[in-house]
């Protein structure tokens, strides 16, 4: 019943811009932060970015910075990932998730409870 869904991955060229969704369902996601997450192979997961709840506060991962932009629309429960200037280095598996449980740590993957199951984003010419 609890879900989220990701969408709007796919292949884009160097320097190219792709948007990221990820609807919640079965629950608000009014009362979560949420973060995005990305896997390369042979990479571990890391954090890319984080909203909170009431999304007043945003962190970027210092290889993403001033190139994409995280926002929520509460009417929607949607989460967006904005993405620009792409390059090689993003291309990976992304995941959103969400937690309620209010936690210092802003991208740290264990403090999150609700996974999608991942949209692929490949950047290559």
């Known amino acids: 019943q609890v879900q989220l869904v990701e969408s709007g991955g796919g292949l884009v060229q160097p320097g190219g811009s792709l948007r990221l969704s990820c609807v919640a369902s079965?629950?608000?996601?009014?009362?979560?932060?949420i973060g995005w997450f990305r896997q390369a192979p042979g990479k571990e997961r890391e954090g890319v970015s984080y909203?909170?709840?009431?999304?007043?506060?945003?962190y970027y991962a210092y290889s993403v910075k001033d190139r994409f932009t995280i926002s929520r629309d509460s009417a929607k429960n949607t989460v967006y990932l904005q993405m620009s200037s792409l390059n090689p280095e993003d291309t990976a598996v992304y995941y959103c998730a969400t937690r309620r449980a209010y936690n210092t740590r802003w991208l740290e993957p264990k403090t999150y409870d609700i996974w999608g199951q991942g949209t692929q984003v490949t950047v290559s010419s």
């Open positions: 909203i909170s709840r009431r999304g007043g506060s945003t």
């Open positions: 079965g629950f608000t996601l009014d009362y979560y932060d």
